[in-house]
């Protein structure tokens, strides 16, 4: 008897244990409604406007004197770009002590890459092709972040890029969503991990929703006309990634979307992301996006760009004020209802109860002190960016460069500049913290080792006055490295370019070191794929390096002279001319797919179809072998999976990092699927003569695409499965589906 009654409480324990996580975590969300509720009853009409407010500081981190005035009447719910503990705290105060209702406010800021110890751009990150590396990024960031005061990161970026002349293509993981959703996945646990209340952690924003990458001619901010398959297919995974990772916050776009600009427009904000996807996170509009619904030519007046917005789903209204001076009136003409203000303003309390503002709305000053710019934070900085590089070309195993050299010089209006190493969204990052690349070569070779300068030419003007020194310190040397690139403002917000080639006399510059006859190497700088057939036809090496972050410099060199062997890939494609844009791997056939034997086929008279380097391309100082690709079975049924591996081997003499890459093809579907898909990849680190078996696992979701009713599912016929080390050199398989 005893005995039963004992296992009878075992048993009860155990499903207790078993049960409570999700009893307490959504008691806890229970618990954070009721206060909710609590407070909406007691809020007043302009206190909840005041809640959907957002008002930027001062650059240098400063709120402005009208915000304390706002926030005291409970007027202000958010600020952008305020930041430091201690001035953080003071607003706080006014806050938490002098308002009414003691709501805390929420402090954002652009956290893109770091925030005071910058990382590569995020383009560059993707370039590791390895989400645990940008996972620990963005935890750094986050954790400096939210020492300086900061709750709130707008990141990641996860717009889809095809077109290199968005200088915003930068800012994202490039090309592909499939790739894009993983990093973007990555990206949100770092900064946010399992709870976003932990002293170390922000809440983060998945932007820009939606097809912002889209712009047309790659001329930022501009109109965009798709598909509802392509958003779906291209543009919305990254953002889908980012909602099951519980992401907390969105931003809107700039953009319009089919005739509906994306702040204002319900398919997006409403019927996919709030019913379909069930999100019930906070939506803030981008920078004067609500205010630009009059110039896009939907709203008539302020008052209408306010109601279009907040009706649509745009829930906090970040810089113009339309929502804060038009709300009561558009309540009380019924344009909005009750109902839909107080959810928009639900939304955000949420967040700031999420973030556990309530209970510990203060900064923690000494946190501040001792948890920023640490050197833990810098080794991740520069193993990072190592990770990042991608190496284009090495002709004849030119590099690695030997320490001992006798003579070296470095050249290139890139080469010494601290300002463009940490690229364009540098957070609280300070230019004169940054390596260049000089330091890290000076740094990196022997005692022995003369180290030459010069600048040789400016980044983007038509001097061609510092060559003939750039000449004569090549000709002294024994081996030459030349930066090039782009300055650090011709990538991200409102820099788009028309040319992809470098600019101003670099490549004068190049051909001229390319004319002493002396050994070189290019390590390019840019945040955006250029396009270079010259130097990738004339030059013996060629090192993408991206704005590669603090400690650039030093992860260069460490690529440079071998003691990081590059595994880095591109995660977007390099075009030969401009005029190919939008290039990408994953196209569609077309009726008449490129023969060089048949004119009416589909290409151009004067520059080959094919890119200048593929998606996914990049090599190694060691060299790999992917065989023996092997799919668990050849048929399979519409909801099966299966598993599909794949031996990498390290043939070469040096330990390396080798990514392997799974593609997949539809052969035939009801609707046209592109050549290629990227479903899988792997970075796996390989001994020289080691063999890895590399297992990938296929089902409803990798194999599944939208039919003609955009239903999703997977469709019968022949499937292709492609594997190598980049989207162009494939080893294949195939099975079908019945
Ligand atoms: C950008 C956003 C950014 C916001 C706040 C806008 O101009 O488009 O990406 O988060 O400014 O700085």
Redesign the pocket.
Known sequence: MRTAKLSCLIIIFVVLTSLSPALVSSSSQDRIEQRINSLLARMTLEEKLGQLQQLDGEANGNFRPEHVEMVRKGLLGST??VRGAARTNELQRVAVNESRLKIPILFGF?VIHGYRTVFPIPLGEAATWDPAALERSAAIAAREARAAGVHWT?AP?VDIARDARWGRIAEGSGEDPYLGAMLAAARVRGFQGSDYSAPDKVVATA??WVAYGAAEAGRDYNTTDLSERTLREVYFPPFKAAIDAKVGTF?TA?NDINGVPATANPFVLSDVLRSEWKFDGLVVS??TAVMELMNHGLARDEADAASYALNAGTDME?VSRFYNKHGAALIRSGKISTTTLNEAVRRVLRIKFRLGLFEKPYADEARETNSIFTPEHLAAAREIAARSMVLLKNQGDFLPLSKGVKAIAVIGPLADSQKDMIGSWTGDGKAEEAVTLLTGVKSKVSPQTTVRYAKGSELNDNSTAGLDEAVRVARESDVVIVAVGESAEMSG?AASRSSLDLPGQQMQLIKAIHATGKPYAVVLMNGRPLTISWIAENSPAILETWFAGTQGGHAIADVLFGDVNPGGKLPVTFPRSVGQVPLYYNHKNTGRPPDLNNKYTSKYLDVPWTPQFPFGHGLSYTKFKITNLKLSAVQMGRTGSLTVTAEVQNVGKRSGDEVVQLYIRDVTSSVTRPVKELKGFQRVTLQPGETKRVEFSLGPEQLGSYDRSMRFGVEPGEFKVMVGPDSANLVQATFQVR
């Open positions: 952008l770009n652009d707008f970026m932007k820009h931003m700039f981008d920078y970040m917000e």
